[in-house]
């Protein structure tokens, strides 16, 4: 018979309280060296492994969050009647990354940045010229950059668009110079016509600041074109992004875009395997958003992609210091850098390579690593 008592959201903690799996996630927490956490679960193939994570689950009016060992989240998914679905989730965490762009993903890499544009907010204009920008990219390569992103229209807040023809003239011969020399590359663009030049003049990946929305074509093209991807999360677009954004929680909110547009993705054929996703700092975010997500870093293994994240220099570092100038942001950049290796992070998007490397260094030793 019905009720007259109001209904009313539940616990979910509490036994037998009704969850949807789509309204849990799970965080890895306590994440030690996979040396001293022998009965842990490794991390996304990273030298890391998990013992607790951290379940969130979604309400109409709150997210309530609990830390849980992995032996109590088996027994409460049960209960809760999502135990298949985190398994399933367990699994993502879990699983070791196939190579990106032929780069083993068991170490993190460093994808130096090269800007050949006169306005980008850090060395706008520094790297204008074709010729400065190939040289400051064999100087990043022989200081131990892993992969060069070379992008050729800014994206810094409030930047105009630029036309994809301008925006190939930039890259295309740094581009074609730089694989002559041997590098991995990467061409950072919301363009298919720039997409598509970029991989004939030698690009090995795609590093799409709009998850490969911006361009009705660049889905398809990246499909069809069999080449590793960079699925950014952005709220808005470069001009507006800054200028009020809003979530109802930063975190999972970004992790539910990357997870559609992941899944977009294969639906169009391209394989899990050659994704990496980006939960773009400083893309339409907050201070207090960015680090809401920078904490849950780890959060986003859950998509089964690599993991790449970029915050070199980024605004926020100085709103939360002094406010420094972009190239004097290199402590909290390294320091927010090896903040996400600790969580397990693919991938560091920087512009002081030399610097990462040598921090990198330190980071693997005390994992247990070869350098």
């Known amino acids: 018979m019905p009720s007259d008592l109001p209904s009313v959201p539940l616990d979910p903690w509490v036994s037998g309280a009704p969850v949807a799996a789509e309204d849990v996630y799970l965080t890895p927490v306590g994440l030690l060296s996979g040396l001293n956490a022998p009965d842990g679960q490794p991390l996304a193939g990273t030298a890391l492994s998990f013992t607790q994570v951290e379940v969130a689950v979604r309400r ?173 999360h952005m709220q808005g677009d470069p001009r507006t992004m800054q200028l009020e954004p809003r979530y109802t929680d930063a975190a999972l909110d970004v992790m539910d875009y990357l997870m559609a547009r992941v899944e977009a993705c294969v639906a169009a054929g391209i394989p899990r395997g050659r994704i990496a996703i980006d939960p773009g700092i400083g893309f339409g975010k907050t201070v207090a958003h960015n680090l809401d997500i920078l904490r849950h870093t780890a959060l986003y293994h859950g998509t089964g992609c690599a993991l790449l994240v970029g915050l070199s220099r980024k605004r926020f570092l100085a709103a939360l210091s002094r406010g420094e100038a972009p190239k004097d942001r290199l402590a909290g950049s390294l320091a927010g850098g090896l903040a996400c290796l600790d969580r397990g992070a693919h991938v560091l998007r920087v512009h002081d390579v030399a610097e990462t490397v040598q921090a990198r260094a330190l980071w693997q030793a005390l994992h247990g690593r070869d350098i």
Do not use: Q
């Open 60 to 232: 109409p009016d709150a997210v309530a969050r609990k830390v849980m060992d992995l032996h109590d989240l088996a027994a409460w998914a049960m209960v809760a009647g999502v135990g298949p679905a985190l398994e399933r989730r367990l699994a993502a965490l879990s699983a070791p990354r196939p190579a990106f762009a032929g780069l083993d993903l068991s170490r993190p890499l460093v994808m130096g940045i090269v800007n050949v544009t006169p306005d980008s907010f850090s060395d706008g204009g520094d790297y204008a010229a074709a010729d400065a920008a190939i040289a400051h990219g064999r100087a990043l390569m022989a200081a131990g950059a892993d992969i060069l992103d070379i992008g050729g229209e800014s994206t810094r807040p409030g930047a105009a668009p630029v036309s994809p023809a301008e925006e190939a003239a930039r890259v295309v011969p740094v581009i074609r110079a730089l694989a002559a020399a041997g590098a991995t590359l990467s061409v950072d663009t919301r363009h298919a016509p720039v997409m598509a030049a970029a991989l004939d003049a030698g690009a090995h990946i795609i590093n799409d600041i709009s998850a490969l929305e911006g361009d009705p074509d660049s889905l398809a093209l990246v499909a069809a074109r069999g080449c590793p991807v960079v699925l950014m």
